[in-house]
């Protein structure tokens, strides 16, 4: 029995020289997720004056690669389903609780966590927590770093879709 292969299936199928199927939306979120990890090089020399790979892992700081990634994703999502696409809305909804709880929760566990350092380095040397290891405090962005990574997220989107 012949198979017919439409242009759609012939781009997101696998082919024996291609073992991933090309997924725009999967590859823009992992693309802004990268680009933005590696600009937090360069935002951290900016700010501290000091270069920082460790950066390139950790959480909080500009731009924010969770912002990005979600973002990217519901813009490549929109343009390549459209906007009414219940991928679309899963995404969309997405993006909104991870752009909210970084902005929110991890911003304000991250400022808690500075005071709780704060008060260990002041307690005297023989107290039993004066040797704890400080806690992480880049947990979560402020709003322009949310907004940056989100910019970034629609740009990478888009830039794929155009290419």
């Known amino acids: 029995m012949d198979e017919v292969i439409t242009a759609a299936d012939a781009t997101t199928t696998a082919s024996p020289n291609n073992l991933l199927p090309y997924n725009l939306p999967l590859f823009s979120a992992l693309l802004a997720c990268a680009l933005a990890q590696f600009l937090k090089l360069f935002t951290t020399w900016y700010k501290e004056k000091r270069w920082d790979s460790k950066r390139m892992l950790d959480s909080g700081g500009m731009p924010s690669s969770h912002s990005a990634t979600v973002t990217a994703l519901a813009v490549a999502i929109a343009l390549q389903k459209g906007t009414g696409a219940p991928e679309f809305a899963l995404a969309v909804v997405l993006a909104c ?16 966590a500075e005071l709780l350092n704060q008060i260990v380095c002041e307690l005297p040397p023989e107290h039993p927590l004066s040797s704890c ?31």
């Open 97 to 112: 609780v991870v752009m909210y709880d970084a902005t929110g929760v991890r911003l304000h566990a991250g400022r808690q």
């Open 133 to 163: 290891r400080p806690l992480r405090d880049s947990l979560g962005h402020t709003p322009i770093q949310v907004v940056a990574g989100a910019v970034l997220g629609f740009v990478v989107a888009y830039l794929m879709k155009e290419s």
